[in-house]
């Protein structure tokens, strides 16, 4: 299964909103009818951090300016009023399909 | 709290081998799975391979099957990835993850550790 993340770039006013899509291709609904869609989070020099798993779940911790959303093979992830520790780069993977995919990643910087 | 810390960096030559731990504390270690992933200088997120903490079942990557092998020691709830025959495009930052427990259900990599950095250099 290939994920395909755009933009690879997104420079972001501080306090406006941001989004990014993510592609499978193949359909994600799992056979318990979840959708095994997560996002995470990369900041700069650490380890990525899950941010939301089954397409829309927020982890523990996660603020609610971050929501996915989507179904089947299209999701989006989105920031409502980005700050400046949401800088980093942002990754989607699927995970019914072994092995687990990850997309290639979208940069969020501050313009 | 969950908690995955793993070894020290490590700077190895080519043809050697690498065997990187990762110690969870903070949960009931059979009932998950250990995932190992890397990240290429600049690069993407990888997915190496799996293993049970439960019963050691384990899959691999077509990538780095033949040169990994992904261990767990349940009485210090410690998983290990070892990497052989090292080569130059080895090196990485090495993670770990607390996964499902059971091969080919749902991956959920929702805890991780710091990361270690393998060079491979002459």
């Known amino acids: 299964v290939v994920m395909t993340q755009s933009p690879l770039s997104l420079p972001v006013t501080l306090g406006q909103p941001a989004s990014i899509s993510c592609r499978s291709s193949?359909?994600?609904?799992?056979?318990?009818?979840?959708?095994?869609l997560s996002w995470f989070q990369q900041r700069p020099g650490q380890s990525p951090r899950r941010l939301i798993y089954?397409?829309?779940k927020r982890d523990s911790g996660v603020p609610d300016r971050f929501s996915g959303s989507g179904s089947g093979s299209d999701f989006t992830l989105k920031i409502s009023r980005v700050e400046a520790e949401d800088v980093g780069i942002y990754y989607c993977?699927?995970?019914?399909?072994?092995?687990?995919?990850f997309g290639g990643g979208t940069k969020v910087e501050i313009k | 709290q969950v908690q995955l810390v793993q070894s020290g960096a490590e700077v190895k030559k080519p043809g050697a081998s690498v065997k990187v731990s990762c110690k969870a504390s903070?949960?009931?270690?059979?009932?998950?799975?250990i995932s190992w992933l890397r990240q290429a200088p600049g690069q993407g997120l990888e997915w190496m391979g799996w293993?049970?903490?439960?019963?050691?079942?384990?899959y691999y990557t077509q990538r780095v099957q033949g040169r990994v092998t992904m261990t767990t020691d349940r009485s210090t709830s410690t998983a290990y990835m070892e990497l052989r025959s090292l080569r130059s495009d080895d090196t990485a930052m090495y993670y770990c993850?607390?996964?499902?427990?059971?091969?080919?259900?749902?991956?959920?990599?929702?805890?991780w550790g710091q990361g270690t950095l393998v060079t491979v250099s002459s």
């Open positions: 903070g949960y009931t270690f059979t009932n998950y799975g």
């Open positions: 089954k397409v829309s």
């Open positions: 293993i049970s903490a439960y019963n050691g079942n384990t």
């Open positions: 193949q359909s994600l609904v799992y056979s318990d009818t979840n959708i095994y």
């Open positions: 993977m699927q995970g019914i399909y072994w092995p687990p995919a």
């Open positions: 993850a607390r996964d499902t427990p059971a091969e080919g259900a749902a991956a959920t990599e929702d805890f």
